[in-house]
């Protein structure tokens, strides 16, 4: 475990909830690193979420959704758009397609796509591409301090 180790999982362990990493090998030329993990693990996409930083009106949010789904951006606000790359990396300490909600370098608000609340443990991002963290959505919660809402388009 100690080479899988990232400031997310480091999060779970040392907060003691339930957890299991789950390591795949990532395929730089995939699309869709959530989808890819979803395939790679055998699950169902909708167990699996992919985290996402948004600028909303100069402030950063993290959202979480479905890996097969599409963030809803007009549910954030106006004038909500997609982070650029470079500065979502920046504040959260991750590269693109490892970001995970837990452990990054500045805490954002969090806001996490009501569906998680469906499964017993849902899949997200553990801090690097090719490494997932399955935990129970309650969890999550806690752990970001997340609001539940409708995130994904055409819910």
């Given at each position: 475990m100690a080479g899988r180790a990232t400031p997310a999982t480091r999060v779970a362990q040392q907060a003691r909830v339930d957890h299991r990493l789950h390591e795949y090998?990532?395929?730089?030329?995939?699309?869709?690193?959530?989808l890819e993990a979803a395939e790679a693990l055998a699950l169902d996409p909708a167990r699996v979420f992919k985290t996402l930083v948004v600028d909303r009106d100069g402030a950063l949010t993290v959202?979480?959704?479905?890996?097969?789904?599409?963030?809803?951006?007009?549910?954030?606000?106006?004038r909500a758009a997609m982070a650029?790359?470079?500065?979502?990396?920046?504040?959260?300490?991750?590269?693109?397609?490892?970001?995970?909600?837990?452990?990054?370098?500045?805490?954002?608000?969090t806001l996490l796509d009501d569906s998680a609340l469906a499964f017993e443990t849902i899949f997200v991002s553990a801090g690097r591409r090719g490494l997932e963290i399955e935990l129970a959505p309650a969890d999550l919660i806690a752990l970001t301090r997340a609001e539940?809402?409708?995130l994904r388009r055409g819910a």
């Open positions: 090998t990532h395929d730089p030329s995939a699309d869709s690193y959530a959202c979480i959704v479905p890996a097969g789904g599409t963030l809803d951006l007009r549910a954030l606000g106006k650029p790359t470079d500065r979502a990396e920046k504040v959260t300490g991750y590269v693109a397609g490892g970001i995970s909600p837990l452990g990054q370098r500045r805490a954002l608000p539940t809402l409708t």
